[in-house]
C-alpha cells in the first residue's frame, strides 16, 4: 500500500478555474512535504514545500498543512492550460534519506 | 538552475545483459539519488548516497547496484537485467543541508526497455 496517497486520480478544470489536489501520508514519522509538479515526457519539478502546520501562498499556488492528520493540500487558482501535469505530493523524515513519492494527480486544463 | 545529466536517455537490451545507467551532476550537491517510475507505482527509491565511495539501500534495491565514484558522478548498474526492470529512471541530486534546502532536481531520465 502506497505511504503517501493522493486523490483525486485525475481532474479536469476549466481554464481560470480552481483545482484542489489531496495528499496523506500514513507514516506517522513524517515531518516535511513538498509538491512536485511533472509535465508530459519532462523531469519532475519542486512546485512548492511545506513544513509547519498552516498555509502558504506562492502566485496562483497555494498549499495546506495540517501535522495532526499528515495531510497536504496544493490549490490553484485561475487554472491555466500550462498548468496541465502530473502533480506528485512527496513525503520524509529525514530529507536526506530521499523522498516517498505518492501516484500523483494528473490535472488537465481545458479552455 | 541545477544541472543533472542522464546517459543514455534511452536503452534496449536482452534478458540476463549488463547495463549501466549513468548520471552527473555539477552543482557540488551532496547526495544523488536513482529513482525510477513505474505506471501504477510512481517513484520509487532504488538506492541513493552522501558522497563519493557512499551508498545507501533505498526502497526497491533488488537487482540493482550503484557506486559512487566521485561527488559528480553515480552510476546505476543492472548485471542480469529482467523484463521487470524496464522503466523510466531518473536520477536526482540535493544539497540536504536542511529540509528547506533538499529540493531534488532530477535529470531528463533514461528509459530502459529489457526484452
Known amino acids: 500500500q502506497q505511504k503517501v496517497q493522493q486523490s483525486p486520480e485525475s481532474l479536469i478544470v476549466p481554464e481560470g478555474g480552481m483545482a484542489s489536489l489531496n495528499c496523506t501520508s500514513s507514516d506517522r514519522n513524517v515531518d516535511y512535504f513538498w509538491w512536485y509538479r511533472q509535465h508530459s515526457g519532462k523531469s519532475p519539478k519542486m512546485l512548492m514545500s511545506i513544513f509547519s502546520n498552516g498555509e502558504k501562498e506562492e502566485g496562483r499556488f497555494t498549499v495546506h498543512l495540517n501535522k495532526a492528520s499528515l495531510h497536504t493540500s496544493l490549490h490553484i487558482r485561475d487554472s491555466q492550460p500550462s498548468d496541465s501535469a502530473l502533480y506528485l505530493c512527496a513525503a520524509s523524515n529525514n530529507y536526506a534519506q530521499g523522498l516517498t513519492f505518492g501516484l500523483g494527480t494528473r490535472v488537465s486544463v481545458f479552455p | 538552475e541545477a544541472a543533472v545529466t542522464q546517459s543514455p536517455r534511452n536503452k534496449v537490451t536482452v534478458t540476463g545483459g549488463n547495463v549501466t545507467l549513468s548520471c552527473r551532476q555539477t552543482n557540488s550537491h551532496n547526495y544523488m539519488y536513482w529513482y525510477r517510475q513505474d505506471t501504477g507505482h510512481g517513484l520509487r527509491l532504488i538506492h541513493y548516497?552522501?558522497?563519493?565511495?557512499?551508498?545507501q539501500i533505498g526502497d526497491v534495491p533488488d537487482g540493482y547496484k550503484a557506486t559512487r565514484t566521485t561527488q559528480e558522478d553515480f552510476f546505476l548498474l543492472l548485471e542480469l537485467a529482467s523484463p521487470s526492470q524496464t522503466s523510466l529512471y531518473f536520477c536526482?541530486?540535493?544539497?540536504?543541508?536542511?529540509?528547506?534546502?533538499?529540493?531534488?532536481?532530477f535529470g531528463a531520465g533514461t528509459r530502459l526497455s529489457v526484452l
Open positions: 548516497s552522501y558522497g563519493a565511495g557512499n551508498l
Open positions: 536526482a541530486s540535493s544539497d540536504a543541508r536542511g529540509a528547506g534546502q533538499n529540493t531534488l532536481y
